[in-house]
């Protein structure tokens, strides 16, 4: 149904507040990058209205941290924005903070927690190769 996939990878030994933190986040990223995945208000049989979410499903897959490195390097090589967050991310308090700290850090030293990506279908499973789906 959909050309394309959003995947969503997480470092598979944080603890259960940190994966559902960061995934929030890295959601939060791709829909910045292509706000036409979000559709239209939610409305309940009373006539309540809920925010709108995505129309595309997101695939959360889980890999260690080398294998977040892979994936982090196969995205770079093939151009794919991505959204990332890394672990000093964790310390921080607000957005500016973040920034600050993420710049500190280049893809070789990065402590990459998570990672997400929207791209053609085929190009995603490439890049994710090796993840395997979150438990």
């Not at 559902?20 to 009373?46: C, E, H, K, M, W």
């Amino acid at each position: 149904m959909f050309d394309t996939k959003i995947a969503i990878v997480i470092r598979d030994d944080l603890a259960t507040w940190q994966k559902l933190n960061v995934t929030a986040f890295l959601t939060s990223g791709i829909v910045a990058q292509s706000p036409a995945i979000i559709g239209q208000a939610y409305r309940d049989a009373q006539g309540h209205v809920y925010n709108p979410m995505t129309i595309q499903p997101i695939v959360v897959l889980a890999a260690d941290q080398e294998g977040l490195r892979t994936i982090h390097r196969r995205a770079l090589d093939r151009g794919v924005m991505t959204s990332a967050y890394i672990e000093e991310m964790f310390a921080t308090g607000d957005d500016a903070a973040n920034r600050a700290v993420f710049l500190q850090f280049g893809p070789e030293d990065a402590k990459l927690v998570g990672i997400a990506l929207r791209s053609d279908k085929k190009l995603v499973d490439k890049i994710t190769k090796g993840a395997r789906m979150h438990p």
